[in-house]
């Protein structure tokens, strides 16, 4: 029998327990350490038809600049009460730059990327590098690096955000530092130095030959993504093993001097799943997909939601969640999967239970 | 410019994020991204003097068993709003198991372990194997490892439990599940057989070769510790480089099949400072002291606090402190290092900032 | 004093030894451990010129078929005592292929490689999948994947085989098998099936997870490492560092599961110096380098010896070597490093020694 | 048909060939490329009644000091062409010191160890740490590391020497050079500084936490090995896995800071088999085992050879072998299984077949 008397003396430990800054486990252990995750975070799904016109008022309303340093509108996931979270550890933003605005130059731990769901114009200088964002394009930020952004046209550009910002937070390891008020190199090359240097498949420039923490490909084209995610599914088609499932390609985002994650603590990945595919999983960790083109259906534990381009969908870790492709379907997705992978908490699903 | 006019437009606009579960980074960026780790945990320190009659009275007045599982009384850190957590990523406890009672089995993802400041007459039962708990031990309870204590004679006994608890459920990557309700194993041996077979110096056996992500070493032997750090003494007197610092002695316990920490999430160590030696230093990631002998003074940020024997001190991330020995001082001490180097936000301090 | 008097009973004990299997130390001490290595391989250049026309012969008089397996022409280091080893470690050779002809499958231990220094036509396939040859390719077959190849033209086409027979050979490390005696897979596609899934930069397929020894890329196509040298001499340009040292482009080709070498004993790289540039070293380990387009001189040791396209120039672990461009000199090169550097041989050279 | 006529074109090819230093491979594949190791070494025995007396003459006959450097008699492995090399890989020899000698310090690439089958009363000097060398005691010598020999009684010693100076040889990868031509210290204490520092289970020096290639334990003791070997045959009569088969304990001596082998090259182990029991196994890379005590056999390929203390039996790659215990026997080993295993040759055996 482990509940104890609920007498004056105990009422008096627990009040000085209290006083000494002191929590006994028995009253916590099960919300503490439930059976499986129990994430306070909730599947959600934020609609571009939604976000993109709010970022466009803000455009209008809020100047960007030294101190908001972005004008970043991010996920705020409706179980993690009212941080801008969209899960535990991960940030998600549309961000907005209006024509000819720039975002001044900053750095910080935190690890950052973007994608491209639509539009171009803009021109992401990182570490003194200047790389286009166009669409469908993947482009790193690693931490500490200075990035600053500029739209060199008269028409607005949103692209979405992907950050640690909570996992760092919540770990206090971040550290900030203010940089250039303009960007520091306003050229718009069609293609950034750090490509031009690493972009080569299997190829290693040999004044790169020193280890990376994150990787030096500045931007990952979507031509190239595009290609091997056809490739993927031609080959299937041919009668060779290329995909992870019928008529589910996939590509993993890596560094090319480790054939690991992209950064320390995200992982992005691309897929494409054929008009009738689907797919199912259930992972330790939290991730966020954003749908880049194409229809279907996520289930996310006993919900289900249409979603198209542009749709944002975040699924905190253990929920148990399926795609169903309607039409032919293009998926970005970020995760917090090194984190978890790197401290040895990953864990195969299995449908019968853990 | 960033700061946006205070106008009914905006007003709209920020009630509209609201109502679609989204939140600026502009108004949020400097709390949340601060020029350096900001905790809200705060340095604290709690008294063994305190500490050990609260845990007496809960031997008197809570029964240990399934559901509460333990007889664990947490530090609380008073910035962290009355959670159970010593830090954002750590927990610290002082368990008592009173005389011929049994804590029952169970095993969770979360990596912990036990460290005795005085007593003996406990076994810890580890998949099996019981481990018996002496004082200055130094004894493990990897991630998914079955574990339970009975205490084999008619006196109580502490000690303190450290484990990830707070991190594991920040992130949602915690599993749990009960085992026997008594140990699975009552026998009394000296010597663990996870000992008999891992803790000869150098010498791995050739059935574990295979990987392993944890230490498999149950428990470190105070005569082994302690053995270290006066080697290291006597050399440093001897002209040899083996200390730290002057007067410092120093060892990491690791794990034997890498070198590395002995769990992917905690680093422990034991550190010795002769009586007047002193060591500074600041770090990425929080961490918890507990005295094992001796006395001294801790310095945290701008206050001082007497330590003696028992006694547990809680270092925030990127605080500012400084250890000073009266007397010949003995320091237990864990951390969440591991995470912060595996995540690569680890960051040498230099004395004039980042 | 240390030579002993060559009295009879030293002489009694050395027929002892000898009968016994046994050789003192002290007679063989300064031939077998000298102050730096002195390789019996000696630097050697083989012309093109003369390569070529006697393949040629060859495969007039020669058919290519089972147990003699390829029409290869092993470079045969002088000083090495007739074996067909261009250095201790490395075997080169130029193998032709005559019109129609088909060289039958099979697979060894040995990892092997291609590069094509002029001509085209040939599809090798290996473990069922064809990879066109052409002109500047670097083409891999590592340990123990089948492979044959098949000419389809009415030309014949030649090319150079590097591999790790000798290393092999003295390891007592290699298997042999036979395969198929005609190719399994007669196709002639322009890009190979590994190309597909693999050849994009920074991508990894999600079928592709696994740890691989080695790079799943069968060919590194001319045009990428035309490309990145190009952009590393135009950042040079631009004033950006990019080259290893003024008017020196490089890359290493490498395993982008790993980042590392291609194979686990071959470094395999290409250089390009602008007419004029120079680059001299010193390294542990042996290297062979051909000449893919330009001319220029090798310096080796005290030699200098012109080169033109084709040429092959074999250089001994610690041999003082220098390259001098007169035009744009493209140079194609593989080396034992992975063996010197995992075994942690590699030294680095200082002009003033070692 | 690839075996060409021979006739007069034909010869006149294979002179040409000859004159341009060119081998054909279609003459040589099948003694270069065999379909499994066959090794020109031999598996051989050599007893240690015969090795002591003979390096009793040698220690009568020949002086040590500058230039032979040591008194080392090397195994001659009779299908190696009168070469000192135990294997392809490995050397091995018996090395005298006598009484009040000293071996002068020198320093290396080779990776060197020493193992005591019987006696004490030397010092080496690793570094300047002097190192008691004592009767079942495995003592490293990493490459690069300076080392002398002082015998500080009036009996000679003698004990055998392990390194990969035949690997190096071959490779070119090895440099020398000659330091004091006493030893640097002489004190004689029992455990050498760097065993105070290192040999403490599962504790790592805070001044020791750069990455080390070798293992920094200068002796790993009889006593820990004995007591490991003890405990895995008491573990495996308690009824819990701790051998590798029945009766056959085995230890690996680890690099502390990797859990790796002990050095680059060279992997050693010590086995106990109980009396009765046998093992058997065939591995790709070659093998020297010393017994320490205790009476067998060895089968090596189709022999059979009794086998009692001090006898050194060498096992080349991929022979059939099979030890038999007749007493409790104890053997130590060494092998070059890190060359083969980082380089990715190594290959399971089944008896079936590669």
Redesign the interface.
């Known amino acids: 029998?482990?509940?104890?008397?609920r007498d004056d003396?105990?009422d008096r430990?627990y009040a000085?327990?209290d006083r000494?800054?002191?929590?006994?486990?028995?009253?916590?252990?099960?919300g503490?350490?439930?059976?499986?995750?129990?994430?306070k975070?909730v599947p959600?799904v934020?609609k571009w038809a939604?976000?993109y016109p709010?970022a466009q008022?803000?455009g209008d309303?809020?100047?960007?600049?030294?101190?908001?340093?972005?004008?970043?509108?991010?996920?705020?996931?409706?179980g993690l009460g009212?941080?801008?979270h969209a899960t535990?550890?991960l940030w998600a933003?549309i961000q907005y730059l209006g024509p000819k605005e720039t975002a001044p130059e900053h750095r910080?731990?935190?690890n950052a990327f973007r994608f491209v769901v639509e539009g171009d114009g803009v021109w992401t200088v990182v570490n003194g590098d200047p790389v286009a964002m166009r669409r469908g394009d993947f482009l790193l930020t690693p931490?500490w690096h200075f990035h600053g952004h500029h739209n060199e046209t008269q028409q607005p550009m949103a692209w979405i955000d992907g950050l640690d910002?909570p996992?760092?937070?919540?770990?206090?390891?971040?550290?900030?530092?203010f940089g250039s008020e303009g960007v520091t190199d306003e050229s718009t090359p069609d293609v950034s130095?750090a490509e031009?240097?690493?972009?080569?498949?299997?190829?290693?420039?040999?004044?790169g030959?020193d280890a990376k923490?994150s990787?030096p490909?500045a931007a990952?084209r979507w031509q190239?993504?595009d290609?091997?995610l056809r490739?993927?599914l031609?080959?299937e088609d041919e009668g060779?093993?290329?995909?992870?499932e019928p008529g589910h390609a996939?590509?993993?985002?890596?560094?090319?001097?480790?054939?690991g994650d992209?950064m320390?603590?995200i992982r992005a990945?691309f897929h494409r799943l054929r008009a009738g595919a689907h797919t199912r999983t259930r992972d330790?960790?939290?991730a966020v997909y954003q749908v880049f083109q194409g229809t279907g259906r996520f289930h996310l534990d006993s919900g289900v939601t249409e979603v198209g381009t542009g749709d944002l969908i975040v699924v905190?870790?253990?929920t148990e969640w399926a795609i169903e492709a309607d039409t032919e379907l293009d998926l970005f997705t970020f995760s917090?999967a090194?984190?978890?992978e790197?401290?040895?908490?990953d864990?195969t699903y299995y449908p019968e239970g853990?």
Chains 1, 2, 3, 4 share one sequence.
């Not at 000494?20 to 099960?30: A, D, F, I, K, V």
């Open positions: 029998m482990t509940t104890p008397l003396q105990l430990l000085d327990f000494e800054n002191l929590l006994p486990l028995w009253t916590q252990r099960s503490l350490m439930p059976t499986a995750p129990a994430s975070a959600f934020w939604t976000l709010l008022r803000a309303l809020v100047p960007v600049g030294r101190g908001g340093e972005r004008r970043a509108i991010a996920l705020a996931n409706p009212g941080l801008p535990p550890t933003a910080h731990s935190q931490g910002i996992f760092v937070h919540y770990t206090d390891t971040g550290f900030f530092e130095r031009r240097l690493w972009a080569h498949p299997g190829l290693r420039p040999l004044v030959l923490v990787s490909i990952y190239h993504t290609a091997a490739a993927q031609e080959l060779y093993p290329a995909t992870t996939a590509v993993r985002y890596t560094n090319p001097t480790t054939g992209v320390p603590t990945e330790v960790g939290s905190p870790s253990w917090d090194p984190i978890v790197r401290l040895h908490f864990r853990p």
